[in-house]
């Protein structure tokens, strides 16, 4: 099993849809959470932290369920310029960072 | 601000040849990493160094893969022999703060290698 686990898509919605990503963990003891975004033959982009008491930032919003384990993210109102892939990353308190393999999302108009 | 830089940004070698990548981290950047990344794959951990001491190399394949952080600075990535499995991108990213697991990390370009 993988430390790290992501909705293996691909997901196509269409302009305007909300979609939602979950990721799931198998180490306890993680200590952060992050969701990057990867464009298509570029490097990974920091797109929001995961807090514990959950956070949003603008038409995205994250959760962190630490009991069982998984970060989920939630897209509202999709536009064309969100189709990327979305990277789920669980850091342990030593800063090691574990990448999921990430789901794609294609926005459709 | 300048951003990670990496070269080269494409190399082509045939098996059992050997390469080089290079890094150059953010400034003032503590911790460096580098990454392999397998097409249709998420970036998997190869080697975290903090300045110029190795924090985890523990996915490191150590019988062709080494790396270096020269003054805890540049970092370079070698491959000797390079086998076709090792057909990836290579990317390096730097993070501001030490042995923190709150840190940003910022990515550079990626270096694309293909072995044939």
């Known amino acids: 099993r993988k430390e790290v686990e992501q909705d293996p898509g691909p997901f196509n919605v269409p302009e305007g849809a909300t979609v939602a990503f979950n990721c799931t963990y198998s180490?306890?003891?993680?200590?952060?959470f992050f969701w990057y975004r990867q464009d298509c033959r570029k490097e990974p982009k920091l797109l929001m932290s995961?807090?514990?008491s959950g956070n949003e930032d603008g038409r995205f919003t994250a959760q962190l369920n630490r009991a069982s384990q998984y970060i989920s993210l939630l897209i509202r109102d999709s536009k064309l310029s969100d189709s990327a892939t979305y990277l789920c990353?669980?850091?342990?308190?030593?800063?090691?960072?574990?990448f999921g393999d990430g789901t794609t999302l294609t926005v459709k108009p | 601000e300048a951003g990670v830089a990496q070269s080269p940004r494409y190399k082509i070698i045939e098996k059992r040849q050997s390469v080089a990548f290079w890094c150059n981290p953010i400034?003032?950047?503590?911790?460096l990493y580098w990454y392999q990344q397998i097409l249709g794959q998420g970036p998997k951990l190869l080697i975290q160094?903090?300045?110029?001491?190795?924090?985890?190399d523990s996915q490191l394949p150590k019988d062709r893969f080494s790396a270096e952080r020269l003054k805890g600075v540049d970092s370079t990535l070698k491959i000797q022999p390079a086998k076709l499995e090792d057909s990836a991108v290579y990317l390096c990213?730097?993070?501001?703060?030490?042995?923190?697991?709150?840190?940003?990390?910022?990515f550079g370009p990626g270096t694309r290698l293909t072995v044939l």
């Open positions: 990213a730097s993070s501001p703060l030490k042995g923190s697991s709150y840190n940003e990390q910022f």
């Open positions: 400034s003032g950047h503590a911790t």
């Open positions: 180490n306890s003891a993680s200590q952060s």
């Open positions: 160094f903090q300045n110029n001491g190795v924090v985890d």
């Open positions: 990353v669980v850091n342990t308190n030593a800063g090691k960072s574990t």
């Open positions: 995961v807090y514990s």
